[in-house]
């Protein structure tokens, strides 16, 4: 299973962006879809996360700016990330985990400055 990120960029704060994580198996229907991002120097946190039936979980940080969603039509997974803030800056990755093992994203880096 290969995933690929995307949507990442340099953001104001206050900004917007919107992560997307897309998987080339139809594994993924059945399978809890997870974001996670790692600031610089720092060690990767869980942000948000999505089971196969779609209930959510989320990081206390990003509780009320962030919302994670599913497509499985398309097999991807979307991170709507509202209300920026310089502490979101850090390079967030997307991780599948189902019945064949858990893959890894290649990141996307998010960067809130202004």
């Known amino acids: 299973v290969q995933l690929q990120a995307s949507g990442g960029g340099l953001v104001q704060p206050g900004g917007s962006l919107r992560l997307s994580c897309t998987a080339s198996s139809i594994v993924f229907v059945i399978s809890t879809i997870t974001w996670y991002r790692q600031p610089p120097g720092k060690q990767r946190d869980l942000v948000a996360v999505?089971?196969?039936?779609?209930?959510?979980n989320y990081a206390d940080s990003v509780k009320g700016r962030f919302t994670i969603s599913r497509h499985n039509a398309n097999n991807t997974v979307y991170l709507q990330m509202n209300s920026l803030k310089p502490e979101d800056t850090a390079v967030y990755f997307c991780?599948?985990?189902?019945?064949?093992?858990?893959?890894w994203g290649q990141g996307t880096q998010v960067t809130v400055s202004s």
């Open positions: 999505i089971s196969s039936g779609g209930s959510t």
């Open positions: 991780n599948l985990r189902g019945p064949s093992g858990q893959y």
